[in-house]
C-alpha cells in the first residue's frame, strides 16, 4: 500500500488516509451572511466522494462584529443559525469516510478588501500601513476587543463540534489578522497580547484554551501558519520553529506548514513559476523539532512526489488545495493507479483565487469548469445521439471533443497538425510550465480512451465538412501571432514568440523581445534562464497585465534576478540590423542591440473557416480563441459549455 493511503491520527482524530483537502476560500459558495450554501456542500462532497481523508474548510469567521467583511464572502459560525448546514455537510463528508475540519479565522485585518474597508475600516493589533494603500493606516484593536475575538473563538468552537465537525484548524498564516499578532512587524502593541514573542503568541494560546473550553478537552486542533515570510522584518525560521515548539506545549495536535505573506503571496499561493513542493523542506524542519503530526502543502499534486514525501519521512500529512479544484477525485486515481486520468491544475489562479478577490464570485477552476457547480453541471447523456466534427485540436476543442464523447455523441476531431495541443504546446515548453504538458496528455489521452476518431494533418475545408455532413460543427481553430507592421520585421533576425518556443527559430546571445504581456514575460523569462541577455520593450505603462497578482510578482521577481531589462512606456519604430529603434513617452529616441527580435504582441482569431461555413451547415458553433484570443480558462470552458449543451 502507498504511504499516502495509509491511515493516520490527529489528536485522537483517526483518518482514513494522509490525503487532506486544504482550506481555501469559497466567494460565491458562501451565503451573504457566511452560511454554507447548497452548492457548497456539493462542493466539498464532491472532494469526500474522490476518497480525501480530511476536509478543511475555507475561513470561517468566528466574529462579525469587530471587522466588517463584505467584499469576499467568508463562511461564519457566530451563532447557532450556522448550524444546520454544517451539520448536513459533516454527515454528508462522513458517508464518504472523510473527516471535517473547519478552519476558524480571527479576521483579516491589514490585508481586508477595499470594499470591507470602505464599510467598516480595517483593524489590526497595531497602526500599521493599510496593505492595498500605504497611506492609509489602520485602527488598532483594543483590548477589550481582543478579548471579545478569543471568546469568539469559544463559541465558534462549541457551535462546530455541535454540528458534527471532527476538528478544528487556527488560521494564522499568510499574513491575516492571527498571524499579525504573533509577527512583531504588524504587532507593536503595549499590552499583554504584544511585546516579546511571549506576548506576541498569547492570543494564540488564548484561542486555543478557548477552543478546547467550546469543544473539548480532546477536540483535535490544528494550527496552520507560515514558518517564515520570506519577508524583510517578518518572521524568520528560527522563530517560526520557537512557536511550532510553544504551540506544542499548550496542546496543539497538528501544524500545517506554510510561508509567505501578502507582501510574498507567491509562497502562499504558489503560481506556475513556483516548483513543485516549493514548501516541504519548511514542514520537515518543523517535524524535526515537535512530535506531533506534520501537514506539508505546496504544490503537492503530483503522486510521486507526495508519495515521497511520506515516504522520507519529511510530512505526516500531504494537503492538496488546487489540484482538488482540478480534480476532486485525484486520491481515487492516484490509489487505482489511473495517473494518466487525473486532470492537472496548471497554477494560472484564472478559476479560483482570481474569481474570488477580482471578481467575486464562488471558486472554480480553469481545467475543470464543474468545481463549484458540481450538480448543475453534471455531464449527462444526450436525448438525442449526434454526429458531431470538432475542427482543431487545441484545449478547445479537445475539451468539447471529451464532453461530447462523454454525453454520448459520436465524435471526430481534425486537426491540421502533426499533434494535439494547439496553442498549448509553446506554452508548455518553459521548464516552469510543465504543467500545460500535463493538460495536453491528460486531454488527448482522455478523447482516445473514449473513442474520439481523432484525424492529424487533416486540413478542414467547407467541401469537406459538407460532404461529411455531421449533424453539429465545432469551430476551434484557435489564433496566430500578430506581425506588427514595424520597418524591417522581414527580416531573420525577428521571430515570433510562437515559432522560438517551438524551436523553428534559435535566439542569439542578446534578445529583445517586443510586448511585455504574459507571454511576452514567460518568453523573455525562458531565454533568460538559458543564459540570453534580455530586454522587453512595452508601449503601455506596466508589464505582465494580464495575470493575476501572486503570479505577476512571482514572475517579475524571477525577471529581476535573471538581470532581464524592462522598458515601459516605449515605442519601436524599426527593427534594424544591429537591433531596434526605440522612442520614449516624451519622443526621445534610441538604439538597442540584439541578434534576435521576438514578436509577442497578441493573437489573431483564425476566423476564415468559420465565416466560410456560414449559411452552409446547419449547426457551426465557435469555440476557443477562434471567437476571440483568450487564456486556457476561456477556451475550456467554452469548450465545455458548448459540447454539455449540444
Known amino acids: 500500500m502507498l504511504n499516502l493511503f495509509e491511515p493516520g491520527k490527529i489528536g485522537k482524530l483517526q483518518i482514513k488516509n494522509r490525503i487532506v483537502m486544504a482550506p481555501m476560500g469559497i466567494g460565491g459558495l458562501a451565503e451573504p451572511d457566511g452560511t454554507l450554501s447548497p452548492e ?247 517535524k524535526k523539532v515537535v512530535k506531533v503530526p506534520v501537514i506539508a502543502v505546496g504544490k503537492l499534486g503530483y503522486p510521486d512526489l507526495a508519495e515521497r514525501v511520506l515516504r522520507e519521512g519529511k510530512a505526516d500529512f500531504i494537503a492538496l488545495g488546487r489540484a482538488l479544484l482540478a480534480d476532486p477525485e485525484w486520491p481515487n486515481k492516484v490509489r487505482e493507479g489511473r495517473l494518466g486520468d487525473i486532470r492537472p491544475c496548471i497554477g494560472c489562479y484564472e478559476g479560483c483565487t482570481k474569481r474570488l478577490f477580482e471578481e467575486g464570485t464562488y471558486i472554480s477552476c480553469a481545467v475543470n469548469p464543474m468545481t463549484g457547480r458540481e450538480r448543475e453541471f453534471t455531464i449527462t447523456p444526450a436525448a438525442k445521439k449526434k454526429s458531431v466534427l470538432v475542427v482543431g485540436g487545441g484545449p478547445a476543442g479537445m475539451e468539447a471533443a471529451r464532453v461530447a464523447a462523454l454525453r454520448g455523441h459520436r465524435v471526430t476531431l481534425w486537426e491540421k497538425g502533426d499533434t494535439l495541443g494547439g496553442n498549448l504546446i509553446p506554452a508548455s515548453i518553459p521548464g516552469f510550465k510543465q504543467d500545460y504538458r500535463s493538460l495536453i496528455n491528460y486531454l488527448s489521452t482522455q478523447i482516445k480512451k473514449l473513442g474520439v476518431t481523432t484525424r492529424l494533418k487533416q486540413q478542414a475545408t467547407p467541401q469537406l465538412i459538407e460532404e461529411m455532413n455531421p449533424d453539429v460543427v465545432l469551430i476551434a481553430t484557435g489564433a496566430t501571432p500578430i506581425i506588427l507592421g514595424i520597418p524591417g520585421v522581414e527580416k531573420d533576425k525577428v521571430v515570433t514568440a510562437t515559432d522560438l518556443l517551438l524551436g523553428r527559430k534559435e535566439a542569439g546571445d542578446s534578445v529583445v523581445v517586443i510586448g511585455g504581456n504574459l507571454v511576452g514575460c514567460e518568453t523573455a523569462l525562458y531565454l533568460a534562464q538559458k543564459g540570453k541577455k534580455l530586454t522587453i520593450v512595452e508601449i503601455l505603462d506596466s508589464t505582465a497585465r494580464d495575470m493575476f497578482v501572486s503570479s505577476r510578482m512571482h514572475l517579475m521577481k524571477l525577471l529581476a534576478e535573471s538581470n532581464v531589462k524592462i522598458l515601459t512606456r516605449t515605442n519601436v519604430l524599426e527593427i534594424t540590423d544591429e537591433g531596434i529603434t526605440i522612442a520614449d513617452e516624451h519622443g526621445e529616441r534610441g538604439t538597442l542591440d540584439a541578434d534576435t527580435v521576438v514578436l509577442a504582441v497578441g493573437l489573431k482569431s483564425n476566423d476564415e473557416l468559420l465565416k466560410a461555413l456560414k449559411h452552409k451547415v446547419p449547426k457551426v458553433y465557435a469555440i476557443g480563441d477562434c471567437v476571440e484570443p483568450h487564456k486556457v480558462i476561456n477556451a475550456i470552458w467554452e469548450g465545455f459549455h458548448t459540447a454539455r449543451l449540444i
Request: with cysteine; hydrophobic share 40%.
Open 40 to 286: 457548497g456542500i456539493d462542493y466539498y462532497v464532491a472532494r469526500a466522494k474522490g476518497g480525501v481523508g480530511l476536509i478543511i474548510t475555507g475561513s470561517a469567521r468566528v466574529s462579525q462584529e469587530i471587522e466588517y467583511s463584505g467584499g469576499v464572502r467568508l463562511l461564519a459560525v457566530n451563532g447557532s443559525t450556522y448550524i444546520a448546514r454544517l451539520s448536513e455537510l459533516a454527515e454528508r463528508l462522513h458517508n464518504f469516510g472523510a473527516k471535517f475540519a473547519v478552519q476558524l479565522i480571527a479576521g483579516m485585518g491589514r490585508v481586508i478588501d477595499l470594499a470591507s474597508l470602505r464599510k467598516g475600516g480595517a483593524v489590526a493589533p497595531s497602526p500599521v500601513p493599510y496593505f492595498w494603500d500605504s497611506s492609509i493606516t489602520v485602527r488598532e484593536l483594543t483590548t477589550e476587543e481582543v478579548e471579545r475575538l478569543v471568546r469568539a473563538f469559544e463559541l465558534g468552537a462549541e457551535i462546530a463540534r455541535a454540528s458534527g465537525v471532527d476538528a478544528i484548524e487556527i488560521n494564522a498564516h499568510n499574513g491575516y489578522l492571527a498571524d499579525q499578532f504573533q509577527t512583531a512587524l504588524w504587532n507593536r502593541r503595549t499590552d499583554k497580547y504584544g511585546g516579546g514573542l511571549e506576548g506576541r503568541l498569547r492570543f494564540a494560546m488564548e484561542v486555543i484554551k478557548g477552543i478546547r473550553k467550546g469543544a473539548g478537552e480532546d477536540f483535535p486542533i490544528i494550527y496552520r501558519f507560515g514558518l517564515t515570510h520570506y519577508l524583510d522584518g517578518g518572521r524568520v525560521v528560527e522563530e517560526g520553529l520557537e512557536i511550532a515548539k510553544r504551540l506544542e506545549a499548550e496542546g496543539v495536535d497538528a501544524f500545517h506548514i506554510d510561508a509567505g505573506c501578502y507582501e510574498t503571496r507567491y509562497w502562499a499561493s504558489p503560481p506556475t513559476t513556483q516548483p513543485p513542493g516549493c514548501m516541504v523542506d519548511l514542514a520537515e524542519m518543523v
